[in-house]
Structures are given as structure tokens and as C-alpha cells.
């Protein structure tokens, strides 16, 4: 068995309003082997991007233990959050956000930058990334000037630019048509296994679920795994 780089421990979320309470985590425990490709599928408002949300730092549980690369994520100050957001998790959103005034190749590389990376060095490291997804020759585009798998093929090389340990895509491939998410999906997987990152996959694709070593089922607020 390899190194445990995501472990949960009953983890517990909720959501109240006047009318009711809705129970989305109910005590949900798991480990994730550094390396693996997980897929969670999972009805519509069963949690599953709240799971990863949490395992991201971008929402917290309200119980339960999060490890993620050593960092116990439920205990993390703010600053200590966004520093682990920049550094330890990579994200891969439904949408792509890139900023529209820089090219695909200034896309990739502003995360380095921003985290002290050399320009040079940023710049060097961005183009091999988009190289991986084989986005070389559209480097020097506008996001504008882009297809819409082409702008999510360059968020799947900015979310590496850190080396981060962990990648956390939230329905990488909802806004395309079954031609890209074929490509964006063999691409994501590829590039998360040539180099190594843990991979977690949010999605409603049982094609794109399936390319996971690993496959879950997030119902009744708890996570199933799924035989191969």
C-alpha cells in the first residue's frame, strides 16, 4: 500500500433553512493512496462538490478531520489556507476561468508567478504543461481565440503549474460536447499520471468516471466505492 495523501475522517456537513435541514456528509471516512485517479459520481445536490470544496479548503465541514498532503485542512488558518490552496491542491472548475486580457500561455504561468516563481522560470514550466495537453501552438492565444476545449485544456495545465500534490476537478468536462470530452478527458488523466498527482474527479460522465482507478458513489451522504 503507497503513502495515504487524503485521508477523511467522519466528516459531517449540513445545511439549514427555515424549512429544513438538509443532512449532504453524514459521518463520510475515506483514504486516497498518493498517485490514485478517483472518480465520485453522484445524484444532482448529494454533496459531491461539497466534498471536494472541503478537501480544497474553500468550505469547511462542520465536524470531521481533513488530510490532505500533510496538511490537516480543518485546522488551517485563512492564511494558512489560501497558501495551501495555491501550493497543495491544484482546481479544475465546470468552467474555465481563464482572464481574458492574458494569452493561454500568460494563463498557466500567473500562479507561479504570483508564488514567487521566476517569470522565466513560470514561463519555461507553462509551455511544457501546455505541451502536455498539446496546446504549443495555441500558447499565444486569447482566451477569446480559443474553443471551449481548448480554454479547458489550458485550465488542466494551469492547474499543475504548482506541482501541487493533489488535483481537484469539479465537472471538468459539463460545458462540452462529447468530441472535447473525450479530449479533455484523456489529456487530464494522462497528464495527472505522467506526473505523478493524485487525481479527483467530480462528475456526471460515466465515461469520464470511468477512466479512474478508483470509482465512488456519493448517496445518503456517504461515499460507495464502486468494483473495477
Known amino acids: 500500500m503507497g503513502k495515504i495523501i487524503v485521508k477523511a475522517r467522519s466528516l459531517i456537513k449540513d445545511y439549514s433553512s427555515s424549512a429544513e435541514t438538509l443532512h449532504i456528509l453524514r459521518g463520510l471516512s475515506f483514504d486516497i493512496e498518493e498517485g490514485t485517479s478517483v472518480s465520485i459520481t453522484g445524484?444532482?445536490?448529494?454533496?459531491?462538490?461539497?466534498?471536494?470544496?472541503?478537501?480544497?479548503?474553500?468550505?469547511?465541514?462542520?465536524?470531521g478531520e481533513v488530510m490532505v498532503d500533510d496538511n490537516r485542512v480543518d485546522k488551517l488558518a485563512e492564511k494558512q489556507l489560501t497558501r495551501y490552496r495555491r501550493v497543495s491542491v491544484g482546481f479544475i472548475f465546470q468552467f474555465h476561468y481563464l482572464l481574458n486580457d492574458f494569452t493561454a500561455l500568460e494563463n498557466v504561468m500567473l500562479p507561479?508567478?504570483?508564488?514567487?516563481?521566476?517569470?522565466?522560470?513560470?514561463?519555461?514550466?507553462a509551455r511544457l504543461l501546455l505541451?502536455?495537453?498539446?496546446?504549443?501552438?495555441?500558447?499565444?492565444?486569447?482566451?477569446?481565440?480559443?474553443s471551449g476545449g481548448e480554454r479547458q485544456r489550458v485550465a488542466v495545465a494551469r492547474s499543475m503549474i504548482n506541482d501541487p500534490a493533489v488535483i481537484l476537478a469539479d465537472e471538468p468536462t459539463g460545458n462540452l460536447d462529447i468530441e472535447n470530452t473525450a479530449i479533455v478527458t484523456s489529456l487530464l488523466y494522462e497528464s495527472a499520471e505522467?506526473?505523478?498527482?493524485?487525481?479527483?474527479?467530480?462528475?456526471?460522465d460515466k465515461d469520464v468516471a470511468e477512466r479512474a482507478s478508483r470509482r465512488y458513489i456519493l448517496a445518503d451522504g456517504v461515499l460507495l466505492e464502486q468494483g473495477n
Do not use: C, F, W
Open 131 to 146: 505541451a502536455d495537453v498539446n496546446m504549443e501552438a495555441r500558447a499565444n492565444h486569447l482566451p477569446q481565440q480559443l
Open 194 to 204: 505522467k506526473r505523478g498527482k493524485t487525481l479527483i474527479v467530480v462528475t456526471h
Open 43 to 63: 445524484s444532482s445536490g448529494s454533496g459531491k462538490s461539497t466534498l471536494l470544496n472541503i478537501l480544497g479548503g474553500l468550505d469547511r465541514a462542520d465536524s
Open 112 to 125: 507561479a508567478y504570483i508564488a514567487g516563481m521566476s517569470k522565466k522560470t513560470a514561463l519555461e514550466k
